[in-house]
């Protein structure tokens, strides 16, 4: 498969235990984030988003977690199995009318 | 219903030749964003494109061009290609948002510079 990033840090985690992917953003005034996972081969495709009016958002065995005074974002992933490995990626707008500013990413790497 | 469609998938070029990259979005779909995706870099917006109209332009020099067509369809152009060049170039298109959540990727086209 295609090589999407070969200077990412890599989270290894066993097949079963939680997930945490931590991302930093750049400009105080975003106010959108949103998570994608992009597996090799494909583009990026969309898991969750979140306002900055909110702390905490869940989805579907994901968390997303906000905190704007210090611009850090994480994914937090529940009982990670191998289809979770991939790289995944957060991206900033401001009001959803700006060009997203993506992060470098972190690829996830499922032990089995 | 049909997601994004990029074609070539695969393309090598050479040195200062140019080449022209298809995207044909979700049907409906009016917003049609590039990005290259580098390993040192990252994703980085191109420019977007709405109504046949580009709406915003990322930094990059002006051999990177594009244009969208009536049907929403688009094209980006690269001229006097460099090994720099090399990238997945993705495309994403949306109802109408530029940053939304509507945005839906394509798989890319992977362009080699030789």
């Known amino acids: 498969g295609e090589s999407v990033g070969l200077h990412l840090p890599t989270l290894s985690v066993q097949e079963g235990d939680n997930s945490i992917i931590n991302c930093a953003y750049s400009?105080?005034?975003?106010?959108?984030f949103i998570w994608y996972k992009q597996e090799s081969g494909k583009g990026p495709q969309f898991i969750i988003d979140?306002?900055?009016?909110?702390d905490k958002r869940q989805g579907q065995r994901v968390t997303v977690l906000l905190n704007k005074t210090v611009k850090h974002l994480s994914l937090q992933i529940a009982a990670t199995q191998p289809g979770d490995s991939a790289v995944y990626f957060c991206?900033?707008?401001?009001?959803?009318?700006?060009?997203?500013?993506f992060g470098k990413g972190t690829r996830l790497s499922v032990i089995a | 219903k049909a997601g994004v469609t990029q074609t070539p998938r695969y393309l090598i070029k050479t040195r200062g030749q140019q080449v022209t990259l298809s995207c044909s979005p979700i049907?409906?779909?009016?917003?049609v964003s590039w990005y290259q995706q580098t390993p040192g870099q990252g994703l980085q917006f191109l420019f977007e494109?709405?109504?046949?109209?580009?709406?915003n332009k990322g930094n990059f020099p002006g051999r990177f061009s594009g244009r969208q067509f009536s049907n929403s369809r688009s094209e980006m152009n690269v001229s006097t290609l460099e090994l720099g060049d090399s990238a997945l170039y993705l495309c994403?298109?949306?109802?109408?948002?530029?940053?939304?959540?509507?945005?839906?990727f394509g798989s890319g086209t992977r362009l080699t510079v030789v």
């Open positions: 991206a900033e707008s401001i009001s959803g009318n700006t060009p997203l500013v």
């Open positions: 049907s409906g779909h009016r917003s």
């Open positions: 494109y709405f109504s046949e109209t580009q709406r």
């Open positions: 994403a298109s949306s109802l109408g948002a530029t940053g939304g959540a509507g945005y839906t």
């Open positions: 400009n105080s005034a975003s106010d959108y």
């Open positions: 979140i306002r900055s009016n909110m």
